[in-house]
Structure formats: structure tokens, C-alpha cells
């Protein structure tokens, strides 16, 4: 896999050094089991996989060159390269400008560009829409798109899918950047609509077996389908699809959801001309962080941390699957740790901040979790993890417990 050239101030002494020696131990990424960081008072179970992933360092990369190669252009992001808001905040203060919100809205109008200005393309990728009106006004949108290739790929497959007459179903959230990026492609090869879980899976597929009235169905989906959209038309034929960054357990039981639908409306001698076999759209990273996420819940702790943007889609599930086990505090930084007594963090089902006391268990020996999302730089869980750390006066020093890993 290629080697990427990401900043010094984004890797870590110690989160660096502990994926390094894992990678040597582990080359297949077998292992699933969290590395144990043990300072003596206080032990840290770090996750297999987490932080940076493929995607995100390439934008990264192709973000930093676009400053580098043009210092006296105007650069612009599209909108947020990535989610993580120490990432994009290095962006613009060395003067990137965000072109729109991460909700699609505009902040500066495509009117104030001209062709010798740079446009970066978030990791997300964009609609085909705003990439007609960029090239109408002659900025080079190749140069400069930092598009993950995963995204590419459920892209292609929506392609496909259309071109063998399926309607595609799309698990993903609908106002996120990479589902309308996703959402725009696919409309234009298929009959396209949009689900956010399992639960609105299940409701479009009552609408399959005819058990919930028509006149219904554009309540219930309004906003989330292709134009022309006719539910006893296009569902005869189906494939699912994803954003990458949604929970693949979540995913995969949506496609065999839809699978079984239409094993009972079609049967299964006839199951291959109604349902499609999409299971190559599943993000090798998201998979990999999550799966690491399993392996970390495995092991006896008081609580979980999560590092991450609160906007970070792949971060929100991993902070999901902790929440079924254990206390969790999902936080951005090292910033929200107050004391040892006090943390502020974000709650993502209520998406609201929170302020917590006592946030660390009186024991004679603690076990944290800790893990991020795909878009943290290893140095900002490595300042949480210190932070931490410095708690405890009588904990180990770091060199020596990072020995003890070899």
C-alpha cells in the first residue's frame, strides 16, 4: 500500500510507535486484540486500528501539495476536507477558505471564483452538480480532488447496477457530503432512494410486499429518492450500496434484509433477477475500525474514550458500539478534559455537549479503552492519552512502557 506524505505535527511518540510495532507483529492484520499501554495506576487498551485511514491520507496529502505548489492562488476547500476539526483549522489558518458548510450550504459563491483559483475536493467527493458549475468556470476540479478511492468504488458499483437494470438502495445518512456525492451518480444510472438504518429499510420493504398504501411512500421518503421515483415500478429490482462510513454490520444486515424481501415477494429460484450481490462496497478501513472496535470490547475496562470530529460519521458508530458496553465519553481533543474529575464531551444520538464529573473511577488500577475515528491525527489521541497520564503521579514513564511493547 502506498506511503504517504502526511505532516510531522500529525503523527505521535507513542500512538505512532504503537501502530508501528503492531504492523510488524501483525503484517495481515489478523489480530484484532487492542495493544495494553500499562503506566502501573492506569492502563490504556489501544484499539488495533484506528486514526488515519487510506482515504483521509491522501487527502492530506493532495491538500498540503495544493498549498505548497500554488502560494500566490487563492484555495479553496469545497467544504470540509475531512471531519476533524483540528484538520481542517491547520487548513485555514494558512489560508484555505471553505467554499460551502458541510451541509451543502453556500459560504462563498461560486461567482467570486475564476479559472486561475484552486478548488480542493474533499475526501467525500461531490455532486456532479457542483462539479459542472466548477468546470464551467475553468477550475481544473482534477487536480486537486482528493476523492477517496472507496467512495470511487461504491460509485463504479452504482454504475453497474445500472447498467444491469437495478434499482439501487442507498444506506447512508442523506444530508451527509459523501451520500449526496454518492446519491447524484447513482440517480443519473438508476432509479436511486436513500435509507439511514435498518429501521426505514424495513418500511420501504413493507412497501415492497404491498403492505403499506402507495400514497405513503413520498411522506415517508420525501427528499430521499430520484426523481420520478415509483415504488411498484422500481423495487422489483434492487441492490444495495453505502456510504463507506456507515456501521458495515449495519449494512450487510440491510442487504440481507432486502435480500430476504425478495426471496418471499420473487422466491429463491428466481432470487438472482431481483436482488443484486453488493457486498464489495464495504470500506476496507471502516470494516477494519470497527472490527477493532469489537476486539477492544472484548477486554474487561471502566470506560471508553473516543477521539474525534463530532460531525464524523465512522467516529459516531464507533462511539455506538462502546456505548453498548460501557461509559463512554466521546471528545475532540485533549482540550475537553478538564480535570481528573471533569470532562466535557458530546452525546451523538441527542448531538448535544455534556459536562461530566467524576469521569475516572476511584481504583487501585484503571482500564480505559481508547480508540478514534478514521479522520484523528494520531497526535491529538496521543495528547489525550498523556493528558491523562500526568493524573497520576506515580504512573510509568513512557519510553519505558513503550519499551516494554518490543
Not at 467544504?79 to 476533524?84: A, C, D, G, L, P
Not at 451523538?348 to 455537549?353: A, V
Not at 487501585?364 to 491523562?388: F, H, M, N, Y
Request: contains cysteine; proline residues 4%.
Amino acid at each position: 500500500m502506498k506511503n504517504f506524505i502526511i505532516p510531522d505535527f500529525y503523527k505521535s511518540p507513542i500512538i505512532s510507535k504503537v501502530k508501528e510495532i503492531r504492523k510488524i507483529t501483525d503484517p495481515r492484520k489478523k489480530d484484532f486484540s487492542p495493544t495494553l499501554l500499562d503506566f502501573g495506576p492506569i492502563r490504556f487498551h489501544i484499539a488495533r486500528h484506528f486514526g488515519f485511514c487510506y482515504g483521509v491520507e491522501n487527502a492530506i496529502e493532495i491538500s498540503y501539495k495544493a498549498i505548497e505548489e500554488n502560494p500566490d492562488k487563492k484555495i479553496f476547500l469545497l467544504s470540509q476536507m475531512i471531519h476533524n476539526p483540528d484538520v481542517n483549522n491547520d487548513l485555514l489558518n494558512r489560508g484555505v477558505k471553505f467554499l460551502m458548510d458541510t451541509s451543502g450550504n453556500q459560504i462563498i459563491p461560486f461567482s467570486e471564483l475564476n479559472s486561475s483559483d484552486i478548488v480542493i475536493i474533499p475526501a467525500f467527493g461531490t455532486t456532479l452538480k457542483i462539479e459542472d458549475e466548477l468546470n464551467n468556470i475553468g477550475i481544473q476540479v482534477r487536480k486537486y480532488d482528493t476523492t477517496c478511492p472507496f467512495v470511487e468504488r461504491v460509485w463504479k458499483k452504482s454504475e453497474k447496477l445500472g447498467e444491469e437494470q437495478y434499482s439501487i438502495i442507498i444506506h447512508g445518512k442523506f444530508n451527509h457530503e459523501e451520500t449526496r456525492a454518492t446519491f447524484s451518480r447513482s440517480e443519473q444510472n438508476a432509479p436511486s432512494i436513500i435509507v439511514k438504518d435498518i429501521h426505514e429499510s424495513r418500511v420501504l420493504g413493507e412497501f415492497i410486499l404491498g403492505t403499506i398504501a402507495l400514497e405513503d411512500f413520498n411522506k415517508i421518503f420525501k427528499g430521499k429518492h430520484s426523481d420520478n421515483f415509483d415504488p411498484q415500478k422500481h423495487l422489483s429490482r434492487v441492490g444495495v450500496i453505502n456510504q463507506t462510513t456507515m456501521l458495515a454490520t449495519e449494512t450487510q444486515e440491510i442487504a440481507d434484509y432486502f435480500k430476504n424481501i425478495m426471496a418471499k415477494k420473487y422466491g429463491e429460484n428466481d432470487l438472482k433477477n431481483h436482488f443484486a450481490d453488493t457486498r464489495d462496497t464495504l470500506c476496507y478501513a471502516t470494516n477494519e475500525n470497527q472490527e477493532a472496535t469489537y476486539g477492544l470490547l472484548k477486554n474487561k475496562a471502566d470506560l471508553a474514550i473516543v477521539v474525534g470530529g463530532y460531525n464524523s460519521s465512522n467516529t459516531s458508530h464507533i462511539v455506538e458500539l462502546c456505548e453498548e458496553k460501557l461509559s463512554t465519553y466521546f471528545i475532540s481533543s485533549a482540550k475537553e478534559i478538564i480535570s481528573k474529575n471533569e470532562i466535557n464531551h458530546f452525546d451523538f444520538s441527542q448531538q448535544k455537549h455534556l459536562h461530566s464529573l467524576n469521569f475516572l473511577p476511584q481504583k487501585e488500577v484503571l482500564d480505559i479503552i481508547l480508540t478514534s475515528g478514521a479522520s484523528c491525527p494520531d497526535s491529538i489521541v496521543d495528547e489525550v492519552l498523556q493528558k491523562i497520564v500526568s493524573f497520576f503521579p506515580s504512573a510509568k514513564n513512557i519510553e519505558e512502557v513503550i519499551d516494554g511493547l518490543k
